[in-house]
């Protein structure tokens, strides 16, 4: 993990003393730990708010070491948690505050810290990303975005959006491609999830039309409970499938 030194004393990221910094000098530092960041990222993080370098006369941007360590945590919460921006610039915003605030545990984008609102838990779950920022929350390309979308694997909100799971769903579909599975050998998979939601949805659907509050939460804790099944269940078929298939 990087680290960034203040006075001799650790502070988060990177070693670069408590001297401002270029934007070519932080790409180095962030690059120990985030391999794939750009100079692009950096510049839409701060176009975004999450950071405000300092600017030379001329306009050169000057970063000190706590932009650094803003920067990685930034990274951090989007590469472990699939966080998206405007979510990750609240809970900054909370810990400046002095507020404790929990991030949702790797790989449970929905689970909350101890201490979060639920006010905060719901804008963590309705959260909604515009076309740039799931590009830069998912580091793809727009045009992997178009081919995707095209394969019907990400569909926009009716809103023009896309929640925060479409991070998770793009990160996975760009891994996967890296062992040579293209969109058209995904559509597949895509049926089958949408099948395992019909199915659920027609499970809790009595439970959602219910005019108690009450029951209707319990709709919600049902799907996702189910849903969590799902996915284990399915995970246990394929394992079992490929181990039939090397005897």
Known sequence: ?????????????????GRLMSIGS???L????????????????????L??????????????PEDVERLAQV???????????KVIKEHLE??????????????????????????????????RLGREELLAAAEVEESDLVEWEAYGLIAQLPDGGYDAETVTVARIVSDLGKFGLEPRHLRAMKAAADREAGLIGNIVAPLRRHRNPQTRAHAEATTRELAGLSVRLHAALVQTALRAGTN
């Open 1 to 17: 993990m990087l680290r960034i030194q203040t006075g001799g004393a650790a502070r988060g990221t990177a070693s670069a003393g």
């Open 26 to 28: 932080v790409l180095s």
């Open 94 to 127: 909370a810990l400046e505050r002095g507020e404790e605030v929990r991030l949702p545990s790797p790989g449970g984008p929905r689970e909350l810290l101890d201490g979060a609102s639920e006010a905060v838990a719901e804008r963590v779950t309705a959260a």
């Open 75 to 85: 990274l951090r919460m989007q590469r472990d948690h699939y966080l998206p921006l």
């Open 51 to 64: 950071v405000e370098p300092q600017r030379t006369p001329s306009g050169y941007r000057k970063f000190g």
């Open 30 to 49: 962030l690059r120990e730990e985030f391999p794939e960041v750009t100079i692009s990222k950096i510049r839409f993080l701060e176009a975004e708010g």
